[in-house]
Nanobody, 120 residues
Framework: QVHVVESGGGLVQPGGSLKLSCVLS????????MGWFRQAPGKEREFVAE????????NVANSVKGRFTVSRDDTKFTVSLQMDDLKPDDTATYYC?????????????WGQGTQVTVSS
């Protein structure tokens, strides 16, 4: 059974930085695409960033491009989201998600979410 667990959220002032991490367990790490999504109160969940196999191609939402960086460590089965120059609009619950590359059309394994609050 696949498990996805995020960590690293918290409270930060505008302009600050946070790094979120996500660990996947239960199946072979290398076959999974890994993504980050977020959901703010009263809004729909939105895509933030992803790394897709086989070449670890990176896709980042325009709203965070240039400020957020996604990376993965294959030795630790971890994907990270480095968030810099945070803005109040980045406040949301952030979710890590996984899907089997080449076979699953949608992200179907989700973490429990971690709260990020950007406020002075």
């Amino acid at each position: 059974q696949v498990h996805v667990v995020e960590s690293g959220g918290g409270l930060v002032q505008p302009g600050g930085s946070l790094k979120l991490s996500c660990v996947l367990s239960g199946e072979t790490w290398r076959i999974f695409d890994m993504g980050w999504f977020r959901q703010a109160p009263g809004k729909e969940r939105e895509f933030v960033a992803e790394m897709t196999r086989p070449r670890d191609s990176v896709n980042v939402a325009n709203s965070v491009k240039g400020r957020f960086t996604v990376s993965r460590d294959d030795t630790k089965f971890t994907v990270s989201l480095q968030m810099d120059d945070l803005k109040p609009d980045d406040t949301a619950t952030y979710y890590c998600a996984a899907r089997r590359a080449f076979s699953d059309p949608n992200y179907n394994f989700w973490g429990q979410g971690t709260q990020v609050t950007v406020s002075s």
